[in-house]
């Protein structure tokens, strides 16, 4: 955990942008474009948060926040944060990484989605890599980072699209890139649907098309089961409309949650025995089916007993 401050605190729109540096003025840990941080916004409030700074920057984090009407805490707690406060962060963790192999990498990001592919656009800059940058948004005036990409050092590869001019057509930006092309997307779910279903038509492989989820639909609730927390030697039932974290919490055993959607994989346990209800949108199709693993704050058990190494 790392105690930082905000140090600068700019609104574009109805985006918040918080600079952080650390309170004693030392070199941040390092990260790669994708990454995110944890935002400790209270004891029971930690929301995860894409970094959108350059990776090269040691001495500062950039996060923007979207203010968010149906928002359950975390963006108006981080739209309360003023210049000079001081906020517990975790450790930069990636689970959007660009892959280093590609020919070409096609960043779409759609909104606030636009945050991992700032600090990605900055990182394929920064190592000559070939890319190209779309970003989506409903207005001119509503959009936020317009000034950041249009002085960027890599503004020449940089395509806004606002619904009220000229939309994005996707079937031509997908198509017209060399070989090995990974497209990267992150934004609202019916962007990034589109952006996933229209590459697979064109042929783009599993591997080559790679999204980051702000927030899912989880499905919840389902058959009562019991979990047993091996190690703790917890035994309790989860009930029909309760979570295992839930179930867990009211026996005294902590787990450590951030965004409580399974997209995070902060609640990330092994399975010893039982068979997992995934619910999360974390987990590849691949690591489901092993069955080994199971992210406690939405899925399930399709059994009546699941015991996990807790
Ligand atoms: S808390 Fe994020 S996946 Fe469970």
Known sequence: ????????????????????????????????????????????????????????????????????????????????????????VSEPRNLFALDDAAAHSLLIGGGIGITPMLAMAAELHAGGRSFSLHYCARSRSQAAFIPQLENAPFAERVHLHFSDEQRLNLDAVLCDVPDNTHVYTCGPTRLMDAVTDRAKAQGYRQEQIHQECFSAEVQTGGTAFEVVAATSGISVKVLENQTIVEALAQAGLKVNVSCKQGICGSCLTDVLEGEPDHRDHYLTDEEKADGDQILLCCSRAKCARLVIDL
Do not use: N, W
């Open 1 to 88: 955990m790392l105690t930082l401050q905000v140090i600068r605190r700019e609104l574009q729109g109805e985006v918040v942008l918080l600079t952080l540096a650390h309170v004693d003025g030392i070199p941040l840990p390092t990260f790669r474009a994708g990454a995110h941080i944890d935002l400790h916004l209270s004891a029971d409030l930690i929301r995860p948060y894409s970094l959108c700074s350059d990776p090269q920057d040691a001495q500062h984090y950039q996060l923007g926040v979207l203010k968010d009407s149906r928002s359950t805490g975390g963006s108006l707690a981080a739209h309360a944060l003023r210049e000079g406060d001081q906020i517990q």
